[in-house]
Nanobody, 121 residues
Framework: QVRLVESGGGWVQAGGSLRLSCAYSGRPTSNYATGWFRQAPGKAREFVTTISQSDYTDYAASVKGRFTISRDPARNTVYLQMDNLKPEDTAVYYC???????????????WGQGTQVTVSS
């Protein structure tokens, strides 16, 4: 079994940057595809980005060119670098681990507890 712990959320002004971390314990990150999802109040959980076991990446159109997902095997951590943040990026961000990289939350087996990101205008 794998456990995921997110960190790095916070408050930032529009145009600023944050880096979220998703620390794995119990299994190496390379065993799984890792996805980042977000959920704003009153909205459904939505796909942000994913990285496969072979480091293939996929991004939602709304974040492409601004967000970057990466993996550090030495730290057993997956990162989400978020640049040029916008108020509409405000949400709770979750990382998730699954066996296939895809955009569907239900296809991921393990989830972290989430971290709040707030972007002010």
């Amino acid at each position: 079994q794998v456990r995921l712990v997110e960190s790095g959320g916070g408050w930032v002004q529009a145009g600023g940057s944050l880096r979220l971390s998703c620390a794995y314990s119990g299994r190496p990150t390379s065993n799984y595809a890792t996805g980042w999802f977000r959920q704003a109040p009153g909205k459904a959980r939505e796909f942000v980005t994913t990285i496969s076991q072979s480091d293939y990446t996929d991004y939602a159109a709304s974040v492409k060119g601004r967000f970057t997902i990466s993996r550090d095997p030495a730290r057993n951590t997956v990162y989400l670098q978020m640049d040029n943040l916008k108020p509409e990026d405000t949400a709770v961000y979750y990382c998730a681990a699954g066996y296939y990289h895809n955009r569907i939350p239900g296809q991921y087996e393990y989830w972290g507890q989430g971290t709040q990101v707030t972007v002010s205008s």
